[in-house]
């Protein structure tokens, strides 16, 4: 037995070097190292969850709208090429210019040219999944561009040179005394100043000076309306608003699931986002953009980049229903516990985990396993995506493929090779016990050979099994 | 009515006064349930790592000791839900489609098929019950705070029953404690991490006894609970719905 964990250990340590970074597993371990950021970063996500509840209990038609929102992203998606054109002719139509993105190169492309048909210099940003996942910044930066988040989270891991861990709140994973620690260093705040009042005040005196001098901003999209050409872009710090009205040229980049068929289902999500999203009725800024104000150019870019290939699954289209709440993120159990950063993609969390292994499977294959399976994701969540059923599935796939440690698929064989024959079950079963019994406590217990055993104690080997019981004593 | 009992293969192996007070239960309710020696497991374990595949002997196993019961009763709702939600692989022939039907869990068989509402059982300690979240959210045994303000399930219905019981309330009515299958030991930080957060709640709300549905949660508490030496015991429900004094 031990010759065997020895060669799981072995497979497993060459599966692991065959990849270039750390599997969830170990960056979370590292993350629950630190036991008290543990406990606080837990306890911070688990207060936004409880505000998220006492907002979904208030209304009684809390699952109806559920259902509808669910349908109505289900009904989309079913002929979205059709809406997507919709969209386009009234977008079109209404004066804004859309382009279409294949991949995350050809998006950073676009906003590249346009930038740069303005003779631009300066780009302000709010905040914008699509843009963390096609890698724009870097980009940008690297043909001379400077670009400047303007969300106040998205800022302050900009300046500290690091990916959002949250999709909602980007830099959850930060204390406020960890933030004034960056703006002691990239804005000159006094050493230990950590008060969030006066730190927020000073990122906005800071952005103010990139809002005036921007010579285009680009933000995200939350909704687009087939019916009416325009979208929806919901913020609670006003930057975005602050950025595009300002700035000659404004640029939206979508992913290709953010349609809706018409406005007169905007308010099913809308209600349904804040909500569950921060636990807000609203966010504090719901800007529609129909057109572009007078002497303004305004740019939709809609992106595909892997989410072709995922409506094409039929056991993972519902991914693409996701408005990006963040909801699965506050109410998972295993993220609070191991941090955003360590899922290793742009979306974290129980929906990053079905969403990743679709652009990357070998790359993110652990990540359908940093789950419990628990299923609280998938009640939680306001377009109801069945994620944990996805988890289970993706599961399948990656042991399907060999795209798991030998030694772990191995065991499995053998386990199920033994579980299918009731006599050699119990006779093992019978051995294993006694194994159990008489193998000193330091080798049953060491957590090298048995990670059970870091924190948990061996179940005592009772002398009789349940059924050893049952033929002795029934009858 | 033919009821068979599904022990399933860590229970067995574990467990065994589980398996036995399960018993003794379903015998005081008028039930004579009967153990066929030819089960093993309902394969969950394979499936949950991602290899299902693997695992349809031991359901074509678990169909074929089964198949001629009008019953099959666990102790432990993740197996059941395993059965209920995850033999749809296998070709669905009568057999499958009447074990994945009739395969309950304990509690479940209880109050939905026998109709119990009153235990006749006596316990005088306080009790946390840890929801396990295949009987929760799998089965719907109790509702969940995600979908409602409502803290109601099977589990704690019964347990209100026993006499001098008291239910204690916990910070967190639902959180997974971090079991997980294979994710215990393949994710041993954050399992761990996980299942000392729930113990934790269990202590700061005073529970002398913890209790649940499904005996692999408990195994992974009562682990925690004996690693850190702590004066607090961990019981299947059906030790408590058949304990008197
Ligand atoms: S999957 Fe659901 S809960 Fe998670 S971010 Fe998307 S919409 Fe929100």
Redesign the pocket.
Known sequence: MLQRLRLYRISETIFLQNLTHMTHAQAAKRFTADVDRTTWHDGALWFVRQKRDRMAYSLPEWEELRELASQIKNHTLSRLDEYLEEFERNATANGIRVHWAANAQEHNEIVLQIIRQHNGKRLVKSKSMLTEECHLNPFLIKEGIEVVDTDLGERIIQFNDEPPSH?VLPAIHLKKEDVGQIFHKHLGTPEGASDPQFLTETARQHLRGHFVAADVALSGVNFAIAETGGFVVCTNEGNADLGVTLAPVHIASMGIEKMIPRLDHLGVYTRLLAR?ATGQLSTTYTSHFHRPRPGQELHVIIVDNGRVEQLGRPDFRA?L?????????NTCPVYRRSGGHSYDYTVP???GSILSPNVDLKKHSTLPFASTLCGS?SD????K?D?HVQLYKWRQIIGGQKAMPAGKRVGMQLLAKVLARPRLYARLGRVARRMLASTPSALTHNGTINPWAIAREMPEPPKQSFREWYAANQK | MNVALFIPCYVDQFYPQVGIATLQLLERLGVQAVFPMEQTCCGQPMANAGCEADSIPVYHNYVRTFADFDYIVAPSGSCVYHVRKHFNIIEQTPAVKHVRERTYELVQFLTEVLGVTSVDAEFPYRVGLHQSCHGQRGLRLASDSEMSPSRDGHLSRLLKQVRRLELVELDRYDECCGFGGAFCVSEAAVSARMGQDRVADHVKNGAQVITGGDVSCLMHLEGIVRRQKLPLRVMHIAEILTATT
């Open positions: 999709i569950s991914s229903k996701c408005i990006r709440c963040g909801a699965c993120m969390g129980p929906i994701c939680v969540c306001p377009v995506i994620i």
